[in-house]
């Protein structure tokens, strides 16, 4: 199966930027719908942004559209989500997750494989 390792995340001030990087091993990776999700304890897991396996089709929740972009490598098997301009809003786990059959990109339930979050603050 697919596994997941975030990394990247930590602490950055209002307005700067941080690239989140999740890294996947298992097969049939090119194939995958890649996302980002993020969460904070006891609210909802969020969309923030997914990539389609075939197309490399991007779709961003309207909170992020403009400054975060969603990336891949397939040879490298490389997610990446590059956040600029970031708000203190922003702040919470941010997610990785893998689906092979998922049609709505934005929904969590349809993902197969999930990578264990990195936490993202940002400070005003």
């Known amino acids: 199966q697919v596994q997941l390792v975030e990394s990247g995340g930590g602490l950055v001030q209002a307005g700067g930027s941080l690239r989140l990087s999740c890294a996947a091993s298992?097969?049939?990776?090119?194939?995958?719908?890649m996302a980002w999700f993020r969460q904070t304890p006891g609210k909802e897991r969020d969309f923030v942004a997914g990539?389609?396996?075939?197309?490399?089709?991007?779709y961003y929740a309207d909170s992020v559209k403009g400054r975060f972009t969603i990336s891949r490598d397939h040879a490298r098997n490389m997610v990446y989500l590059q956040m600029n301009s970031l708000k203190p809003e922003d702040t919470t786990v941010y997610y990785c997750?893998?689906?092979?059959?998922?049609?709505?990109?934005?929904?969590?339930?349809?993902?197969?494989?999930w990578g264990q979050g990195t936490q993202v603050t940002v400070y005003s």
């Open positions: 990539i389609r396996g075939s197309t490399s089709s991007t």
């Open positions: 997750a893998a689906g092979r059959f998922n049609v709505r990109i934005s929904d969590p339930g349809v993902y197969d494989f």
């Open positions: 298992g097969p049939t990776f090119s194939t995958y719908t």
